[in-house]
């Protein structure tokens, strides 16, 4: 199976910061991974496919970008409703493994 | 609105069998592949199996398989995980979602979730 490993695995960040994170494929995944932001006692909610592509009514303050097993999510000027958890997921093989989160935070 | 909502969490003791169900609305079910993902309480989230429009096709995670049964029932709406031999670390809230192939395999529509909790 391939693994996802994000980086960091929190992180402490202001409104109006730029904030990175990053998610490492095990092994070569195209362009095949996807992020989603989750609230506390929320589903989560999908932002980006595609390594890059934003998801419909995702705010422009979001992107993504990598290819192969390195790949990027990126918050320009945070918002305070930014303040969540944030995994990765490749689809690239069955099992579509999800990364173990990010949590952004105050 | 395009919706889904899982039903049928609850306690169960180890060695237990449970059934959930996620019903949709708002969209044509038949045309789309559908997931199941778990999270265990303050874990991150596990992908766990996903069907096919035809219902013939399934890709299940290891630590599942032998034991979950992923089905459908397109006429219904709605989607099912037959969950058998329940383990202690099964314990987790479970998630259906919508799948759209050419968003690179997106879980676009998620539902609420339903609690399993196993324990003697």
């Known amino acids: 199976d391939i693994q996802m490993t994000q980086s960091p695995s929190s992180l402490l960040a202001s409104v109006g910061d730029r904030v990175t994170i990053s998610c490492r494929a095990s092994?070569?995944?195209?362009?095949?991974v996807n992020w989603f932001q989750q609230k506390p006692g929320k589903a989560p909610e999908a932002l980006i496919f595609g390594a890059s592509t934003l998801h419909s009514g995702v705010p422009a303050r979001f992107s993504g970008s990598g290819y192969g097993t390195d790949f990027t999510l990126t918050i320009v000027s945070l918002q305070p409703e930014d303040f969540a958890h944030y995994y990765c997921q490749h689809t690239y093989s069955t099992p579509w493994t999800f990364g173990q989160g990010t949590k952004v935070e105050v | 609105e395009v919706q889904l909502v899982e039903s049928g969490g609850g306690l169960v003791q180890p060695g237990g069998s449970l059934s959930l169900s996620c019903t949709a609305t708002g969209f044509t079910f038949s045309r789309y592949w559908m997931a199941w993902v778990r999270q265990a309480p303050g874990k991150g989230l596990e992908y766990l199996d996903i069907k096919d429009q035809d219902d013939s096709k399934r890709r299940s995670v290891a630590s599942v398989q032998g034991r979950f049964t992923i089905f459908r029932d397109n006429a219904g709406s709605s989607l099912h995980l037959q969950m058998d031999t329940l383990r202690t670390e099964d314990t987790a809230v479970y998630y259906c979602?919508?799948?759209?192939?050419?968003?690179?395999?997106?879980?676009?529509?998620w539902g609420q979730g339903t609690l399993v909790t196993v324990s003697a």
């Open positions: 092994r070569h995944v195209s362009s095949s």
């Open positions: 979602a919508r799948v759209v192939l050419e968003k690179e395999w997106l879980f676009d529509v």
